[in-house]
């Protein structure tokens, strides 16, 4: 007989856990029916990577190649005092010879569409660093053709694109002498066409810029496009010059004072702001507030990602598992990892001084104690289930 009712109330209990496990499939709430997925990858073999303890020597080495120069693009000049602009086609120039009006170009001149943007010559010299205004035609003037050449009376078509005014004011000068005694020539540039910069990104007026008898330099071009806007990543400003790619920091010109970042700009030149998305950094783990936050001016240590994140927890988190996930953009297989023990006393000046970089992953492990604890939590109330139900069929 007891062998009968002990055999009931097994057969209760299944029957019961039975009914509990069938009521999962219309429970509230969301879940996947996976029935109909075919999961047949094996389980492949875990790869190990290297952790690198943060201490005071890897922090000096990080100081010491944060110190060497970038690579920057190498300027045709040693410095901007020794720049000269040099002609080229679809430049428009402005001749004078001196006691010929009928050999210069009319000083009062206009050129318009019809609109209200007629413009003298005169006017147009006090833009040289812009294109001609919306609805505006160009200067009366000689062009510079697409064979490099401009034709001038008595002197024939003379070659002007690769020279300097100067040289093209000696040359047409020399040209006249036979016609003219002791000709007075003077040459000046009308529109600056055949050479430009193009600025795009975060800039209030992204566009092309002409470069003038003015060496454009990284400021001035930044500057001439309205200035930057609010989103605005000045540390990582990029530079495509001859199809490569240099990455300039007008924050460390600033702010430092560093002239070597104030590249001086050339002709094909694509300058490009970009936003911050890239420059932040991602605090996960035992931590209050798990949140990604940007960098300020390109900097960032794991004192002050922590500090913003409110800190570490203090029931859950492992002191000595503070990790740096470094590299997984350009390398997300074989990423760098770094490893922090806040139980040291040096510790907390270690993690002020370890700068993180864009797109770095700081995680905060988990006690070993958490981890047990939170195992209970989950097969708790399935014991207490069964321990009620068994209560019940007695």
Known sequence: MAGQNMLKRNIGIVLTLTAFLSACATAPGNYLDTSSLEDSNEQKQQETYPVHLIDSQLVAAQMQAAAVPVDLPA???????????????????????????????????????GGNTTQT????????????????????????????TIYFPFVGRIRAAGKTVNELRDELSKGLVRYI??????????????????????????????????????????????????????????LTRNDKLYVLDANRLLDRGDVTQ????????????????????????EVKTPTQMPMLKGRLTIADALTQAGGILDTDANPRQIYVMRGMMDNPTKPDVYRLDMTQPDSIMLSTKFQLQPL?????????????????????PTIQTIFYTKQITR
């Open 75 to 113: 300027s045709r000049y040693a410095s901007p005092a020794d720049y000269v602009y040099h002609l080229a086609p679809q430049d428009i120039l402005g001749v004078t010879v001196y006691d010929h009006p009928e050999l210069s170009t009319p000083q009062g001149s206009t050129f318009s569409t």
């Open 121 to 148: 010559v005169a006017q147009a010299l006090t833009q040289p660093y812009t294109n001609a205004l919306s609805g505006q035609a160009d200067p009366y003037g000689q062009t510079v053709a697409a064979d490099g």
């Open 181 to 238: 005694r002791n000709p007075q020539v003077d040459v000046r540039v009308l529109a600056y066409r055949s050479q430009k910069v193009q600025v795009t990104g975060e800039v209030k007026q992204p566009g092309p810029l002409a470069i003038s008898d003015v060496p454009l330099t990284l400021v001035d071009a930044i500057t001439r496009s309205g200035g930057t806007t609010a989103d605005a990543d000045i540390q990582r400003v990029r």
């Open 262 to 285: 104030n590249v001086m700009l050339q002709n094909g030149d694509i300058v490009n702001i970009p936003d911050r998305s890239d420059s932040r950094v991602f605090v996960l783990g």
């Open 360 to 380: 770095d992953v700081v995680y905060v492990g988990t006690a070993a104690s958490t981890t047990f604890n939170r195992v209970l939590q989950q097969v708790l």
